[in-house]
């Protein structure tokens, strides 16, 4: 006699991910008004009815939170609507709010979001660029955007912070839904790298070219990466400027070069290496990070 069949049978997973209405994955759901509730949700747990600037830590930048000044409060993403749970390695899924000391004696305030949503998670667009949005219904008018990469000129050590100075998708796809026409010519502001310059002269700056991933490219896409015109490969950042230039926030973006690009060196890539050299480089990019965060706020918004 066979069992009666009485619904799923407990070994065949439950579908995770279906799209309900208001959630980010349903198409009938306007992302902006979701990252609207996200920022309401932010604005009652931190007391800030606003903040000025958002930091997205990638890679190697996780340990600088603390350097950029006093969390006030602190958010699991898993309490914010459209923030899916972090997935990537040295990720850690909360959005803090920090009281960074101001010029002049008043305090401004950042958002700090020490995960990211990636492109190569599968969860489609929406979700890379969810933090963005919610920044910019959250008031602030400057992102700065940070990663972890490789690095195509062999004098970048690994540890070495270099401006993004634009950037190459290689993605194949944009954050912007239907016949959104979005200027990118000055996407990595000037005005901001100037500031960065003001902080550490050596700054080195270079384009950014962005793969899909997670595999590392192939010696022969990073020459073609060095062909094109780029100098930094990784796997984020692009569409979260474009969604940053398109809720019109200001946008730095400044990469640690965690390891030469795959065929630049000698040696094979190590996730443990990239790991290391991010840790190694934490109080540098660091107080990098905290005086850039600072001389921003204090020249306001452009
Ligand atoms: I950390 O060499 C880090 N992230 N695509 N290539 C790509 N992403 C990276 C790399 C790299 N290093």
Known sequence: ?????????????????????????????????????????????????????????????????????????????TDLPGFPPPAA??????????????????????????????????????????????????????????????????????????????????TATSPLEGATFVDLTDLYSARLRALAREVDPSLPEGVYVQFRGPHYETPAEVAMAGRMGGHLVGMSTTLEAIAARQAGMEVLGISLVTNLAAGVGDRPLDAQEVVDAGRAAGPRIGALLADVVRRVLAAGPA
């Open 89 to 170: 390695l040295g990720h850690v899924g909360v959005v803090r709010s920090v009281e960074v000391p101001g010029a002049g004696g008043g305090a401004h305030r950042a958002l700090v979001f020490a995960s990211r949503t990636h492109l190569y998670e599968g969860r489609g667009v929406r979700p890379v660029v969810h933090a963005v949005r919610t920044a910019a219904a959250a008031g602030c008018s400057t992102i700065v955007l940070t990663n972890g990469c490789g690095g195509l000129d062999p004098s970048w050590g690994p540890g070495t912070p270099v401006l993004v100075s634009d950037h190459i998708n290689l």
């Open 1 to 77: 006699m066979t069992p009666p069949t009485t619904g799923p049978s407990p070994d065949v997973a439950a579908p995770a991910d279906v799209a309900g209405p208001g959630d980010l994955a349903d198409p009938a759901t306007d992302p902006s008004a979701v990252a609207a509730r996200a920022a309401a949700v932010l604005a009652e747990r931190t007391g800030a009815a606003r903040h000025d600037v958002a930091l997205v830590l990638g890679s190697g930048w996780q340990a600088t939170a603390d350097l950029v000044g006093t969390t006030v409060a602190q958010v699991p993403v």
